[in-house]
């Protein structure tokens, strides 16, 4: 089973301690089922000094999420809803909207 989530999708998290917050995937991690979601999950980091981070520190970046718990957001019909695959004319696969019926991608 592939995933139905995919990068620069807009997702509500579902349930945790971020349980209500939207974002934008920033990336997928299909072999552990979990995702990058902008600005949630925030964690601090203590780093020490290097290239990437030449003053070192406490640094604020997000943590992974596991992909159940979050919801994609559907652009046609702007709500939360769970996400089908169907087969176009064409025979392309695409992501289908439980709720509008409207194809997310094509």
Same mark, same amino acid.
């Given at each position: 089973? =592939? /995933?139905?989530?995919?990068?620069? *999708?807009?997702? %509500?998290?579902?349930?945790? !301690?971020?349980? =209500?917050? !939207?974002?934008?995937? /920033?990336?997928?991690?299909? @072999?552990?089922?979990? %995702? #990058? ?18 003053? =070192? =520190?406490?640094?604020? !970046?997000?943590? #992974? /999420? ?5 919801? #994609?957001?559907?652009?046609?019909? @702007?709500?939360?809803? $769970? ?6 004319? *064409? *025979?392309? !696969?695409?992501? /289908?909207?439980?709720?509008? $019926?409207?194809?997310? *991608?094509?």
């Amino acid at each position: 089973m =592939g /995933l139905r989530i995919k990068k620069n *999708d807009t997702v %509500l998290v579902i349930t945790g !301690k971020e349980k =209500g917050k !939207k974002g934008r995937v /920033l990336s997928v991690s299909p @072999s552990k089922n979990r %995702l #990058l979601v902008e600005k949630v999950n925030i964690i601090k980091r203590h780093m020490k000094p290097s290239r990437k981070y030449t003053q =070192g =520190g406490i640094i604020e !970046k997000e943590a #992974l /999420l596991h992909i159940s718990n979050v919801m #994609l957001i559907c652009p046609k019909c @702007s709500k939360p809803t $769970r996400i089908s695959n169907t087969i176009l004319q *064409d *025979d392309k !696969k695409a992501r /289908l909207c439980k709720k509008c $019926r409207e194809v997310i *991608d094509s």
